[in-house]
């Protein structure tokens, strides 16, 4: 969750959902002022960490819509959550 986070785009995704409600990508896009396939990154790594969930539905018109919205998720910060979270970090030196 923590690197899903970290990341000022993500943010702004979930600020945008919990305070809009659920939206679908091109509409989530034009709102946030990135594209859409950026968007679809974003959207994915935050989906890979339960941070939204997508639902794929039919317009009136027969388009496919992909509407994603925020989870009720709740993250405790502490020391022993930062200890854990840290043991996922590569050194960049080694790269």
Excluded: C, W
């Excluded at 600020?15 to 990508?25: D, E, F, I, K, S």
């Excluded at 989530?28 to 990135?34: K, V």
């Excluded at 022993?80 to 840290?86: D, G, L, S, T, Y």
């Amino acid at each position: 969750m923590l690197s899903a986070l970290a990341n000022p785009h993500r943010l702004r995704i979930v600020a945008a959902l919990a305070t809009g409600g659920r939206n679908y990508v091109s509409q989530l896009a034009r709102e946030i002022g990135i594209s859409r396939p950026l968007l679809h990154l974003h959207l994915q790594k935050l989906e890979a960490a339960g941070l939204v969930v997508s639902q794929l539905e039919l317009s009136p018109d027969g388009k496919a819509l992909n509407f994603f919205e925020v989870t009720d998720f709740g993250l405790e910060l502490t020391p022993a959550a930062i200890a854990q979270a840290a043991k996922s970090l590569t050194d960049q030196s080694e790269q």
